[in-house]
């Protein structure tokens, strides 16, 4: 199956999907539901839906909601977005009118963990074992097939000894909630290091200095 690039995914979700939004992998949508027995029903008329298809989304229902994420994974390790993932979209969007839920796309988030490495080859391995029991991975990844975890990349860096800042969080947002977390971020005591990249991603830091980065799917390749 095909891999998309963000900016077709961007330009489906312009046409007609507008209940769902591009992370670090899948597209995901969050739909409010009143109680546990309606979400229930939405839950299992999405995994009817995706069984006739083929189709394996990643489901989950909280108080009050039902998020659903949609994407492809590859034998290397690797998770995308196909045409199929999309046309699954479409579907779910279709059966949540149908049960009339209410979308919340800009609720949609992903925590992906960052970190520096000079050698990522020879890390990779250690953090596959320990985060995932060895599950497949690249050597600039390591993603969590059933997702307890967040999903870890090595961000390519010089050898170094002096003691620095190894790890940090990225935080994928739905881009319309992007710059209100950033404000909040900001008002809450931190400061904005770069956003030359913006709204790729803008770096932030706490008080003491440790960065993060908020990031969104626009102006990704």
């Not at 520096?116 to 097939?145: I, K, Q």
């Not at 994928?172 to 971020?185: D, K, S, T």
């Amino acid at each position: 199956m095909e891999k998309l690039s963000t900016p077709e995914i961007l330009a489906a979700i312009a046409d007609g999907l507008g209940d769902w939004r591009k992370l670090g992998q899948p597209l995901a949508a969050r739909y409010r539901v009143a109680d546990t027995v309606r979400g229930a029903a939405f839950v299992s008329a999405v995994a009817q839906a995706a069984v006739a298809a083929g189709r394996d989304p990643e489901i989950r229902m909280g108080r009050g909601f039902v998020d659903v994420a949609l994407s492809t994974a590859a034998k290397d390790g690797g998770r995308w977005v196909t045409a199929q993932d999309v046309d699954m979209a479409r579907t779910v969007s279709e059966l949540a009118r149908n049960q009339g839920l209410a979308p919340a796309p800009g609720e949609v988030a992903q925590v992906e963990l960052a970190l520096d490495t000079a050698d990522s080859a020879a890390v990779a391995p250690f953090w596959a074992a320990l985060l995932t029991s060895g599950a497949p991975h690249r050597s600039w990844e390591v993603l969590d097939p059933t997702s307890r975890v967040p999903n870890v990349w090595f961000q390519k860096t010089g050898a170094h000894e002096a003691p620095r800042q190894r790890w940090h969080v990225d935080l994928w947002l739905a881009p319309e909630a992007a710059g209100e977390r950033i404000a909040a971020a900001v008002a809450a005591g931190g400061t904005v290091v770069d956003d030359s990249e913006a709204p790729s991603f803008t770096v932030l830091a706490d008080p003491d200095g440790n960065k993060a980065c908020v990031c969104t799917a626009l102006g990704r390749s």
